[in-house]
């Protein structure tokens, strides 16, 4: 089992910037992939960004890409994700959620591919 805790969220102007933390807690954190996804009022839960284990390899939403940034500290047992130059549309529940299996060299981008989800973080971009 394993625990995911997200912190971070807000109201910011568009334009502004947050960085959200999801920190885990149980089984061992640096061995398996890690994702957000997030969820907007009426819409389906959507990929945002993954990383593997080791960082070396991340994959992001079209959407976000060249605004988003996620990363992790295996140390730490924390993951980030830097989301900046923010957007009215990127108004959403954000997840953090683990891979179930482990080592993967590459990142999985869809649900159906994690096992383990945290409670959500609420973000809310003014425009």
């Known amino acids: 089992q394993v625990q995911l805790v997200e912190s971070g969220g807000g109201l910011v102007q568009a334009g502004g910037s947050l960085r959200l933390s999801c920190a885990a807690s149980?089984?061992?954190?640096?061995?398996?992939?890690m994702g957000w996804f997030r969820q907007a009022p009426g819409k389906d839960r959507e990929f945002v960004a993954a990383i593997n284990w080791s960082g070396g390899t991340t994959n992001y939403a079209d959407s976000v890409k060249g605004r988003f940034t996620i990363s992790r500290d295996n140390a730490k047992k924390i993951l980030y994700l830097q989301m900046n130059t923010l957007k009215p549309e990127d108004t959403a529940v954000y997840y953090c959620?683990?891979?179930?299996?482990?080592?993967?060299?590459?990142?999985?981008?869809?649900?159906?591919?994690?096992?383990?989800w945290g409670q959500g973080t609420q973000v809310t971009i003014s425009s």
């Open positions: 149980g089984r061992t954190f640096d061995s398996y992939g």
């Open positions: 959620a683990a891979d179930h299996r482990q080592y993967r060299s590459y990142v999985v981008i869809t649900e159906y591919d994690y096992a383990f």
